[in-house]
DNA sequence: ACATATTTTTAGATTAATCTAAAAATATTT
DNA sequence: AAATATTTTTAGATTAATCTAAAAATATGT
């Protein structure tokens, strides 16, 4: 007997935070299957507190989970998710185009203001900001539809000298990544060309903006997305 | 032993709306002390979950509560309060400036944006907006240091034959007198003069910016604060 | 295939926020 | 000053979200 619920079930913030993570997990594996532990540690939480979850999800018809087989979001869960970030993404914009915050601030700010319900608003604010179709990671800002715009990138990790692109998006971005970046100052946008690969360690000199040399990491290099 | 918590200590939304309310009773009754019943009246909810909640806000020193006696903001609630309103009425400026929202729209979505926690946030969105001092509503916006602008302002319904003003404030704004003005074209800012009062009903004929004559009805000309 | 390791679920508590019903305290009326 | 009414608190449940510890299921390695 499963609780079908109404289109717009009337979610707590929590819930919406487990569908992201889901979400996310399954992105990132290509494997829309996620197991438990590793929601667990999306989500810092016990294995146990996501096993009740994942019973509660499912009940509301928002997730396929199935004991000891691990889960993955149904088309109205998936939804949930899509809007969220589309939630998460615009007002990242906001905040950075508007409020001039610095774009590793952002993202906590974000993470609470992307649970206030009102498709009005975030219509609103959407056409307000000139529908942008990227945020200040250069993460895709879903469309009202739920589609999300797709781009094809290449990590800088990947090039070979002489080679060049321009940073469009990260693969990861923790803070300490953003400020590392802000401090040598690469951001969204910025010209990269490789000017020489280390072998030894995987690093690599580049050219920024054509302009001035820096090495970089390779921890770096593989999290810096160019279009070439 | 009350657990007097540091000075930004984390509340929970339902913590905050509870300080609201206390705030908005005592203010409206200019008797500081606020009853159990009240709040549950304010807060759509049992008196026993009030009791309940004095107790923990009590406990965190926000609120002087004694059994029986009714309850008051200590200066660490008044604080939060105050905040709370500065915060839910820059958020109403915004959605009204910006986003063009009605005024009979914004409340709800500012209830849910209030409790987003981030001082740096308020106070950018406060310079974006050009330091405004008074919400849609004509409700006066606390500065950050917990200062609320204050005005002389003179109900509709005790002016005399003649007398004129500036719509400037209401008393009480519930959506269905947002509506109603709407839909008779008076807002704030609108100069209203009055032309007769009726002594049967206490309703009263005015002239509307110099321009349209239209009968309001006691109970609106009450709520209808005038700058004279 | 069996033993061991890992993952996942269950069992049982805890905390915040809520409720109803009953008891206790306070206020009002006769 | 009683009797009655009203207000407030207490007692006992419930639901969401979390935890730890133990049990059960599944996966891995020899
Ligand atoms: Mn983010
Ligand atoms: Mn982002
Ligand atoms: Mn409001
Ligand atoms: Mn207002």
Redesign the interface.
């Known amino acids: 007997m499963s609780k079908v619920q109404s289109l717009n079930m009337r979610l707590t913030a929590t819930e919406e935070n487990y569908l992201k993570a889901i979400f996310k997990l399954s992105e990132e594996n290509g494997n829309p299957t996620a197991t438990t532990n590793a929601i667990a540690a999306e989500m810092n939480t016990a294995a146990a507190s996501v096993t009740d979850m994942l019973r509660r999800l499912s009940e509301k018809d928002l997730i396929h989970y199935e004991k000891y087989k691990g889960v993955h979001l149904k088309e109205q869960g998936r939804k949930v998710a899509t809007m969220l970030l589309r939630k998460h993404r615009l007002w990242e914009y906001f905040?950075v185009e508007?409020?001039?915050?610095e774009w590793d601030?952002v993202h906590?700010?974000a993470e609470?203001?992307e649970?206030?319900?009102?498709e009005?608003?975030i219509n609103?604010?959407d056409n307000?900001l000139g529908q942008p179709r990227f945020d200040p990671h250069g993460d895709p800002i879903p469309n009202a539809d739920g589609t999300i715009p797709t781009r094809q990138l290449t990590p800088l990790s990947t090039l070979k000298t002489g080679q060049h692109g321009v940073l469009t998006g990260l693969q990861e971005h923790p803070d300490s990544l953003m400020r590392y970046l802000k401090k040598v100052n690469i951001s969204i946008g910025t010209k990269i060309q490789v000017l020489e690969l280390h072998e030894f360690d995987e690093s690599v000199s580049v050219r920024i903006d054509d302009e001035r040399d820096i090495e970089l990491s390779e921890k770096v290099s593989k999290n810096l997305l160019l279009k070439i």
Chains 1, 2 share one sequence.
């Open positions: 905040l508007k409020l001039k915050f601030e906590d700010i609470e203001l649970h206030v319900r009102s009005e608003l609103r604010l307000y």
